[in-house]
């Protein structure tokens, strides 16, 4: 079974609604064909702590791999919550790392990107509501694979000098997002995988309309992801690992995580 049909389990699960261990399942088996077939397995972390490489073992690399590309997959499909949200973070986040490491010079990405950007013409509806398209659990699954498949290849291929780390500034607002609703989740004790309210668009949807939320995430996923570029080109790994951190703290700070669940409408969901 190639990774397209397994994603289309994704799609059964936007008619019926399928138990978390399936989800999970499926796109973890597509993350093990993603190494075992495309051989893009993630061993190299850059000199995060010094000046030596951080090197990881195959089956090492293998089990950080599935964790990172599962992660990034949720992350996207957790953002999923305003038209345009998910697919233009994605979008914005295949830019960078296109343009950056120059695979988008001599690969297929410039045809991802290209029809992303058709997509997200209908899913804004500008062409009128009764042409709006949505992406559903399996578009915005593959959406998150097809970012995780790139930052892989793009950082861990000899032909393009790009650290590890400077992936993790263009996936910065998804994956801080995920990050920060499970450790909230938990710490309430409500499942993370619960739709809810507590998003960080819906937080920005108490003060501004969705266009206006739409547009600020945008704004600070571009500016987030070309800051990645100039810590990479100016300083080392190990700073950029350092800055991540702090951006990250500030981050959650404005956030606001940790306000009171049952504030969040946990039970309605956009």
Known sequence: MCIRDRLSICLIDDLIELPVWVRLFTQISCTVLMIEIGGMNLLNLGPLFGFEDIILSYYLGFVFTIFCVVGIMNAFNMI????????????LALLLIGFYSG????SMLVLVIGS?????????????K????FLGDSGSNLIGFWVAWCAIYASQNSFYNVQPIT??????IPFLDCIGLIFSRIR?????????RDHIHHKLLRHFSPEGALFLILVITLVTGLIGIYIEDNSSPGISLLMFITYAFIYYVFAGY?????????NKNV
């Open 130 to 133: 009764k042409r709006g398209v």
């Open 188 to 196: 309430k004790g409500v499942s993370w995988m619960s739709p809810g």
């Open 103 to 106: 695979l988008i010079y001599d």
């Open 258 to 266: 940790d306000e009171d669940y049952k504030n969040s409408d946990i």
């Open 116 to 128: 992303m950007i058709g997509f997200i013409l209908f899913n804004l509806r500008m062409f009128g």
């Open 80 to 91: 999923d919550g305003i038209n345009g949200l998910c697919s233009g973070c994605a979008m």
């Open 167 to 172: 992936m993790l500034w263009f996936v910065a």
